[in-house]
């Protein structure tokens, strides 16, 4: 898998997860919302060894791009930039963040096929999103460690969710898949999953 990782979005999450990366050996590309310079020294502080990048040039220099924004931002991607990459949707709909928006809301949809049906040329799974960013600090262990912690994986492609379920097991983490796309519906806000601290086999009985 590449070793090359960009993470749209400097936030809390972006930011503990580019953490979790250049810990794991990782070549780490942040990206915020304005210009690469805004961030830079946070970035240089708290990510050692990260880069402060633009979206479009954290994404060039990377296979695997991480979303981390508010979710209400997916419609300003930049979708040809994103075009053939493995895109990593870590976000999630917060009413209090995005605003009341009835498509991201719509229960019948999981939020991660939005993002698919907006990036048409990427390949979008669902990960890194049911579990809060400090525990994703606390909780990473390493590989074969006792009461390790899980993060569950939904995708299309068995290529594309073994290559995120690598990412996660190098971030910490046991992976679990459970489903195509549209089951990362359970692993939103209001299902008992999110939120979920808690080993593989326990993950599997929430789901």
Known sequence: MSKSL???????????????????????????????????????VLVPGATALTAEQAIAKSDVVILALPLGKYRSLPAAALQGKLVIDAMNYWWEVDGQDNELSNPSTSTSELI????PASRVVKALSHMGYHHLTDEAKP?????????????????????VATL???LGFDPVYIGNLAKGKALEPGFPAFGANVDAKTLRELL
Do not use: M, W
């Not at 698919?116 to 990036?119: K, M, P, R, V």
């Not at 074969?144 to 969710?161: L, M, P, V």
């Open 116 to 119: 698919q049906a907006c990036l």
């Open 143 to 163: 590989a074969g460690s006792t009461h390790r912690k899980a993060i569950a994986i939904a995708g299309d492609t068995k290529e594309d969710t073994d290559r």
């Open 168 to 170: 996660v097991d190098d």
């Open 6 to 44: 960009a993470i749209l979005g400097a936030g809390k999450l972006g930011i503990t997860l580019g953490q979790l990366a250049t810990k794991a050996g990782y070549n780490v590309f942040i990206a915020g919302s304005g210009a690469p310079d805004k961030i830079a020294l946070t970035i240089k």
